[in-house]
């Protein structure tokens, strides 16, 4: 199990950068995906981006793609998501979250099920 802790969130104009933050603690993260999910008002958890804590290797949700940009600095057990060029429509709670990894294929690693550890969330508004 790991513990997670999100923060970075905020008030942001559309068009503008925020750059989100999940310290990593327990066991070690080198075995695990690490996701980004988000969650709108009355709309179901969905996938963001994801990185590989060890290889680095990354998925983005399509909505995403261009604008935003997952990371993870091993040595500060610390992940990332700078996020810039932010629309309305990114207006969310945003969540890290934490998967051993049990397949090699990306489609696993975009359900919020198949992910056991979860931070508190931070909340992300956009204004137009």
């Known amino acids: 199990q790991v513990q997670l802790v999100e923060s970075g969130g905020g008030l942001v104009q559309a068009g503008g950068s925020l750059r989100l933050s999940c310290a990593v603690s327990?066991?070690?993260?080198?075995?695990?995906?690490m996701g980004w999910f988000r969650q709108a008002l009355g709309k179901e958890r969905e996938i963001v981006a994801a990185i590989n804590w060890s290889g680095g290797n990354t998925y983005y949700a399509d909505s995403v793609k261009g604008r935003f940009t997952i990371s993870r600095d091993v040595a500060k057990n610390t992940m990332y998501l700078q996020m810039n060029s932010l629309k309305p429509d990114d207006t969310a709670v945003y969540y890290c979250?934490?998967?051993?990894?049990?397949?090699?294929?990306?489609?696993?690693?975009?359900?919020?099920?198949?992910?056991?550890?979860w931070g508190q969330g931070t909340q992300v508004t956009v204004s137009s």
């Open positions: 327990g066991r070690t993260a080198s075995n695990y995906i």
């Open positions: 979250a934490a998967a051993q990894i049990g397949s090699s294929n990306w489609n696993y690693y975009i359900l919020p099920r198949n992910y056991a550890d």
